[in-house]
């Protein structure tokens, strides 16, 4: 976007990249120190405590003097992108409707390589994020 442009104005430069003006002059605002604190604060014990909800969190830094509510934990958190690791459902049990597949690698007797494969994925939790583990059996 060029402001001082002379040959194309503004306005049609934002026509033509559906850019609306209001967004081009917008300057946002600094995070305050006690924010960036408080969130902080909030991703620390979240790494230490991957498992603690919104209440525990709350319970935690209430603990520690900060005066805040579990309105506003779940808001940061929500904005840091963190969420709660907790079990879910039992998805172990079998769902009735559902058929049985037979094992079909009974009484075969695996002698060469390529013959038979395996595979599994799963993730693991890192400081940074997340890694995902892919692992192949030959």
């Given at each position: 976007?060029?402001?001082?442009?002379?040959?194309?104005?503004?306005?049609v430069?934002?026509?033509?990249?559906?850019?609306?003006?209001?967004?081009?002059?917008y300057?946002?605002?600094?995070?305050?120190?006690?924010?960036?604190?408080?969130?902080?604060?909030?991703?620390?014990?979240?790494?230490?405590?991957?498992?603690?909800?919104?209440?525990?969190?709350?319970?935690?830094?209430?603990?520690?003097?900060?005066?805040?509510?579990?309105?506003a934990?779940?808001?940061?958190?929500?904005?840091?992108?963190?969420?709660?690791?907790?079990?879910?459902?039992?998805?172990?049990?079998?769902?009735q409707?559902?058929?049985?597949?037979?094992?079909?690698?009974?009484?075969?007797?695996?002698?060469?390589?390529?013959?038979?494969?395996?595979?599994?994925?799963?993730?693991?939790?890192?400081?940074?994020?997340?890694?995902?583990?892919?692992?192949?059996?030959?």
């Amino acid at each position: 976007m060029e402001r001082q442009a002379r040959e194309v104005s503004v306005v049609v430069q934002c026509d033509l990249l559906s850019v609306s003006r209001s967004g081009l002059y917008y300057q946002p605002r600094p995070i305050d120190s006690q924010t960036l604190s408080l969130q902080r604060r909030i991703d620390e014990i979240y790494t230490a405590y991957p498992f603690y909800g919104v209440r525990k969190i709350t319970a935690q830094l209430r603990q520690e003097g900060l005066l805040v509510n579990h309105k506003a934990v779940a808001r940061h958190m929500q904005v840091m992108g963190l969420r709660v690791i907790y079990p879910g459902p039992n998805l172990s049990k079998r769902a009735q409707q559902q058929s049985v597949y037979p094992y079909l690698l009974r009484g075969l007797t695996i002698e060469r390589p390529n013959q038979v494969w395996g595979v599994d994925i799963t993730y693991i939790r890192l400081h940074a994020g997340w890694m995902y583990l892919f692992a192949m059996l030959d």
